[in-house]
């Protein structure tokens, strides 16, 4: 990876000092597993056109509900490394600065208006876009806005302008918005709806505020659930001190801080390293030396072997079916309201995190799924057979790619159908029954309960 010295101009016409470019152009897939690869995909930089399978049916059925579930766009590190200097990121919306949206001075404006909203709770008290001129920790950055007002044009082609999904008197009965209570996961939410509805009327905007990562609203008590989680976190450990090259990374990394080893593995660094890589910013550098590409390639490739061990050993698989099935049950039971004619809830949003969507991505069965990127998108779109009204079929979709016959409870259905889609009642009995029997129980409540034999 060559570093190349490059001089923007800043906002003010000064030159500021110089920054180098580590992010590598990158076009095509490489054959093998490729850290830097991985994290340019994460990172999700809105350069490219992106294509979708959303919205594809045969002609004669009918779109009656799409839910949508989001991590929230490109976000300022939520820890530093200890004794360097933070990546100088400004969090202001300028949209003359790349990357940019052509509806992003529209939506800045329309965010400073927003009085006539509901919002839950503490939802009220939050900023409605990002705004400082160094970004706060945690904090949506420009491009973090960008991707998700791509987003949501990219699904009002399809789902407005094509399906007529909703219509220009929509009301506010036809939308679900949910959120946590992070500023992140909110201007995420605003930003994507602001381009996606017909026209953004905050009188018919509703958002309520859910306090679990995991959206488990009222399920929340799971014994068993907390149990797999610690299982999973000790297999994470233990994959950790086994990898000498990773040790090495880091006790090298803290000399060049200055801080003892087990200080920076705390500090998460690879949440740091990434903010650098995604904005093109030189790693920090301290008197000892510099952190380096080498530093961080050693990490994501740790990162990216524990992702693969975590599929193989099934113990967050166990974990991610009891965490969300809560979410998963208050999705079935709108769709299958709605297959029953209900015309509320039609359009569904929960603005949440990558623990909210990898645990649901598991529980599905969809493991080639990569970890969420910035901005990841998973789609559940309901739809009638016109010839047959009172069948309904389920279409998921992953950052665009259909994933319906990956899933554990559609793999088996693809074989024998000539239709692109799954049967809504495979879902329904996925969730319903299914999702406890490799805990031997036939509930939620007592798989929660259930003690492993």
């Known amino acids: 990876v060559h570093l190349i010295p490059v001089n923007p101009i800043r906002e003010d016409g000064l030159n ?26 994460y990172c999700n930089i809105p350069t490219i056109v992106e294509r979708s399978m959303e919205g594809h049916a045969p002609h004669y059925f009918k779109l009656v509900s799409v839910q949508v579930l ?87 082609e399809i789902y407005i302008n094509k399906h007529k999904l909703l219509l220009s008197d929509w009301t506010a009965k036809q939308l679900y918005l949910e959120t946590t209570g992070k500023s992140r996961t909110l201007q995420s939410a605003l930003a994507l709806l602001y381009t996606f509805l017909p026209d953004f009327d905050w ?16 399920s929340c008590d799971c014994p068993m659930r ?36 087990r200080q920076l593995r705390a500090s998460n660094p690879i949440d740091s390293l990434l903010c650098y ?60 309201r709605i297959a029953e004619g209900k015309k509320e809830e039609v359009f569904v949003l929960y603005s949440a995190h990558d623990v909210t969507l990898s645990p649901v991505l598991s529980a599905l069965g969809i493991t080639e799924a990569r970890f969420p990127r910035f901005a990841a998108r998973l789609v559940f779109e309901l739809w009638q057979d016109g010839k047959r009204p009172k069948e309904h079929f389920i279409r998921i979709l992953y950052n665009g790619a259909d994933v319906t016959f990956q899933t554990s409870f559609c793999k088996d259905h693809y074989k024998r159908s000539s239709k692109p889609m799954c049967p809504l009642e495979k879902f329904v009995n996925f969730v319903k029954r299914d999702m406890f029997l490799v805990f031997n129980s036939t509930s939620y409540y007592d798989a929660c309960r259930r003690r492993p034999l």
């Open 226 to 261: 907390n149990h797999y989680l610690e299982e999973e976190q000790r297999r994470q450990y233990s994959l950790r001190v086994k990898n000498n090259d990773l040790e090495k990374i880091y006790v090298d990394m803290a000399k060049i801080v200055g801080i003892p080893t």
């Open 277 to 336: 890589f995604c904005h093109n910013v030189s790693f920090p550098c301290t008197k000892t030396g510099c952190i380096g590409m080498e530093h961080f390639k050693v990490i994501k490739r740790h990162q990216l072997e524990d992702e693969r061990e975590r599929q193989e050993k099934k113990l967050y698989f166990l974990y991610a079916l009891l965490a969300t099935h809560p979410l998963l049950n208050q999705t079935v039971n709108r769709l299958q």
């Open 16 to 41: 500021p000092k110089s920054r180098k470019r580590i992010m590598p152009d990158l076009l095509t897939e490489p054959p093998a597993i490729d850290p830097v690869y991985e994290a340019h995909v």
């Open 70 to 156: 989001i991590r929230h766009g490109d976000r300022y590190p939520l820890y530093a490394i200890p004794k360097t200097k933070r990546p100088d990121i400004d969090c202001m919306l300028l949209p003359s600065r790349k990357p940019s949206h052509p509806q992003l001075e529209a939506f800045i404006k329309h965010m400073s208006k927003g009085s006539a909203a509901q919002m839950d709770g503490s939802l009220s008290s939050l900023p409605r876009y990002p705004s400082h001129s160094l970004c706060e920790m945690g904090e949506l950055t420009q491009t973090g806005v960008v991707q998700h007002l791509r987003n949501g044009q990219l699904l009002r």
């Open 203 to 218: 009188k018919k905007i509703n958002m309520r505020h859910q306090w679990s990562t995991i959206f488990c609203s009222g």
